[in-house]
C-alpha cells in the first residue's frame, strides 16, 4: 500500500523542520512521524486561531496540509494498496480541503475534525507497528517469513 521508496515522506517531513531519527526509522515509523507533525501543526493552528494570529494559523494549516499531501498522501502506493489505499487518499483529500476551509472561515470546528481523523489513524498505525515488532520478535516469525509479511496485506 506504500511505495517501497518513503523519500516522498522523509522529504515532506524534512521541510517541516524535524529531522531527528528520520533517517533510521522504519516505514512504521515514519508515518507514525508524519502524524504526529500534522497533529502538532494543527493543534497550532488551533491556537494561533483563538489567539488571533491569522498569519501564524495560516502557516501552521499549511505545514499540516504539506505533510497530508506531501507525505502521507504521497506514501500512498495505490497500485498495491487496492481499496484501503484509495480510500486512505480521498481521506487525505478530505482533509486537506477540510483545513483550507478551516483555516479561510476561521471554523474551530474543521481544524479539529481532521485533528480527531489524524489520531485515530495514529492510533491504527501504533497498532500495526507494535503487532509488527511483536510479531518480529517471535522465532516461529523467522521461521515463517511469509507471517510477518502476509499482516503488511492486511493494512
Known amino acids: ?6 523519500r516522498a515522506a522523509l522529504n515532506s517531513y524534512r521541510k517541516v523542520g524535524v529531522e531527528t531519527g528520520v533517517v533510521s526509522a522504519s516505514p512504521q515509523r515514519l508515518i507514525l512521524m508524519l502524524y504526529e507533525g500534522a497533529i502538532a501543526a494543527i493543534a497550532a493552528a488551533q491556537q494561533h486561531l483563538r489567539q488571533n494570529n491569522v498569519a501564524a494559523k495560516g502557516e501552521a494549516v499549511s505545514k ?10 504521497a506514501s500512498l502506493d495505490l497500485s498495491v494498496g487496492g481499496e484501503l489505499a484509495q480510500n486512505l487518499y480521498q481521506l487525505y483529500v478530505y482533509m486537506g480541503q477540510r483545513l483550507l476551509q478551516g483555516n479561510i472561515n476561521n471554523d474551530s470546528a474543521a481544524l479539529e475534525e481532521v485533528r480527531q481523523l489524524l489520531q485515530q489513524l495514529m492510533g491504527a498505525w501504533e497498532t500495526l507497528a507494535a503487532t509488527t515488532a511483536a510479531t518480529a520478535a517471535q522465532p516461529s516469525a523467522a521461521a515463517q517469513p511469509h507471517r510477518a509479511a502476509a499482516s503488511y496485506g492486511n493494512i
Open 64 to 73: 499540516a496540509i504539506s505533510i497530508i499531501d506531501g507525505g502521507l498522501k
Open 1 to 6: 500500500m506504500f511505495s517501497a521508496n518513503s
